[in-house]
């Protein structure tokens, strides 16, 4: 039985940020990588795109969801919902839960960091946010890693290290079967 | 030496200068990074929109200054997007400024607000100026045939 996946569509990142020059600032960032990007301005319109409609009492929702987002980047300082809030809510989700979140921030606060990264996040970026930093993503952009709310989540794919680090030096987990633009092509073959 | 040639020599004087004088710092060549043939105008277009912004906060901060009782909440508000901005697109004197603009704001020092506020806005008239130079000999170059050269 042989099984080959062919990474076809551009991975997904959904980018939340209230101030417009950091939008087209990490939306150009992630544009070299060549990810599709969907930029938004607020925590509730990040929800609102990722499905939840009503964000006070939302409920899991139902797998027939559009959107197929791969990674959310998220601005902390927002007025309204901050980026944590935003993190809180999307771990909370039954469907959301494992896609993975980043948080970026202009303030260098020790504990505002432990804290993004005890709820859930999987890095923490200090602004300005630059290309070393978004190569860091790769690895939670690999087909292995890659969880959408499509997913059914049947067959156990998730390797992902639950003690990353956030913020210091992320190893390259050197998968061989990745080609550089972290798009995985997995063939898997007995004979 | 022809004209493109001096030019380009007055583009790399003026250029260095900015970053040794200090109003620009690294996070200007991150920029100037992600500008290419796909992306020709990317720097222009990014500080633009910081030059649009900074004239709103600008004009914020003077009116919450002058409010009766002044929200300091407020103030530190825009003064934390007016930091994030000018972080964003390099301009190292401005965002040196808004740190210590915060401090006051803590302090709901009203006399160190308004002095910063004056110092923001004349660092950020210097550092558009000279951008707004930096860009014009830039076009000066494109438009005699040249090649702009590369900052490193």
């Not at chain 2, 919450?64 to 930091?83: C, G, M, P, T």
Request: glycine content about 4%.
């Amino acid at each position: 039985m042989g099984v080959i996946a062919i990474q076809e569509t551009p991975l997904h990142v959904l980018a939340v940020d209230d101030s417009n020059i950091d939008r087209k600032l990490i939306e150009r960032l992630l544009k070299t990588y060549s990810y599709h990007v969907t930029a938004v301005d607020s925590g509730s319109k990040a929800l609102e795109f990722l499905g939840l409609q009503d964000v006070e009492n939302f409920q899991s929702f139902s797998s027939n969801q559009e959107t197929d987002v791969n990674l959310i980047i998220t601005d902390y300082c927002m007025p309204g919902m901050t980026g944590f809030e935003l993190l809180r809510k999307i771990k909370e989700s039954k469907s959301l839960k494992d896609i993975p979140v980043v948080i970026m921030s202009s303030d260098n606060i020790p504990a505002r960091i432990s804290r993004c990264l005890e709820e859930g996040a999987q890095e923490f970026f200090l602004k300005p946010v630059r290309l070393s930093d978004v190569d860091k993503l790769r690895p939670y952009l690999s087909k292995n890693e890659r969880k959408t709310t499509n997913d059914d989540d049947d067959d156990d794919n998730d390797d992902g290290d639950d003690d990353v680090e956030g913020w210091s030096d992320e190893d390259e987990q050197g998968r061989s079967d990745e080609d550089e633009r972290g798009q995985a092509v997995s063939m898997d073959q007995s004979s | 030496m022809d004209g493109v040639t001096q030019l380009q020599r007055q583009f790399v004087e003026h250029a260095t200068s900015l970053y040794r004088e200090g109003y620009l710092d690294d996070q200007f060549t991150q920029l100037q990074k992600l500008q290419d043939e796909t992306n020709p105008d990317f720097v222009v277009e990014v500080v633009t929109l910081f030059f649009e912004d900074s004239e709103k906060l600008l004009n914020n901060l003077a009116t919450a200054l002058q409010q009766e009782s002044v929200d300091y909440k407020q103030v530190d508000a825009y003064v934390h997007q007016f930091k994030g901005s000018s972080s964003s697109i390099g301009a190292q004197r401005v965002k040196n400024v808004c740190v210590v603009f915060r401090n006051y704001c803590d302090e709901k020092n009203l006399d160190g607000c308004v002095v910063c506020l004056q110092q923001a806005k004349n660092e950020y008239l210097l550092v558009r100026n000279k951008l707004e130079a930096l860009f014009n000999l830039e076009q000066q170059i494109l438009q005699a045939g040249g090649s702009v050269p590369m900052i490193v």
